[in-house]
């Protein structure tokens, strides 16, 4: 089934396609919500106590599908068990490079991509968070590393202090929006 082909179904029968996470609140809940929000479907939300059963129940045929990180699931489409039909980053994967994105497949602002940061206790000297930024994102963008990275299925970003604050207050506001429309609580 292709993204379109997904939205038609769900548009035409609300509430019957199933989407498991790793739990409520969880990234996978929150993309699941996102994607009812953009296409306006209705679909059921299946939480689990982490992706490990969530993925066993989707590879079993009990729930239609999921969405986690690249990294996550990358064996599992290489190996058949599962099919990636869409990534949500703005651009595509070069694990998958023959999956589109949400946005080629119509979704023009879906957006939902696992990122990971580091941090430093409030306080902290901007010399010493400068000079860890580089160092930091001087390793991510070394060859060995980033070839690994790329490898996992993962993207090596490595970006300023700044530009990092940017992109969470961004984010934070998108899935703010998500959890309020879609009233979401944790349970």
């Known amino acids: 089934m292709l993204p379109h082909e997904l939205i038609a179904y769900a548009q035409a029968h609300p509430g019957e ?4 996470s790793q739990g409520n609140g969880s990234s996978g809940h929150l993309t ?5 929000q953009l296409a306006n479907v209705e679909m059921k939300h299946v939480p689990y106590r982490g992706a490990a059963p969530a993925w066993t129940d989707v590879i079993g045929g009990h729930v239609a599908m999921m969405w986690d990180g690249i990294p996550s699931i990358l064996s ?25 994105t949400a946005i080629e497949e119509g979704l023009a602002d879906f957006e ?11 306080g ?15 390793a991510v963008h070394s060859p060995g590393v980033s070839a690994r990275i790329l490898e996992m299925g993962a993207r090596p970003v490595g970006s300023t202090p ?18 309020e429309r879609a009233n979401i609580r944790i349970e």
């Not at 396609?17 to 498991?20: D, W």
């Not at 902290?124 to 001087?138: C, E, N, Q, Y």
């Open 17 to 20: 396609l199933t989407f498991a």
């Open 32 to 36: 699941g919500m996102l994607l009812d």
């Open 112 to 122: 939902s991509e696992s990122w990971y940061a580091v941090a430093a206790v409030q």
């Open 162 to 179: 700044e530009d990092l604050a940017s992109y969470v207050i961004a984010t934070r506001a998108l899935w703010k929006q998500v959890i």
């Open 76 to 100: 599992q489409v290489r190996a058949g068990a599962v099919r990636a039909f869409a990534v949500g980053s703005r651009r595509r994967s070069l694990a998958l490079p023959d999956v589109p």
């Open 124 to 138: 902290t000297p901007k010399p010493v968070v400068r000079l860890l930024s580089d160092a930091i994102a001087g």
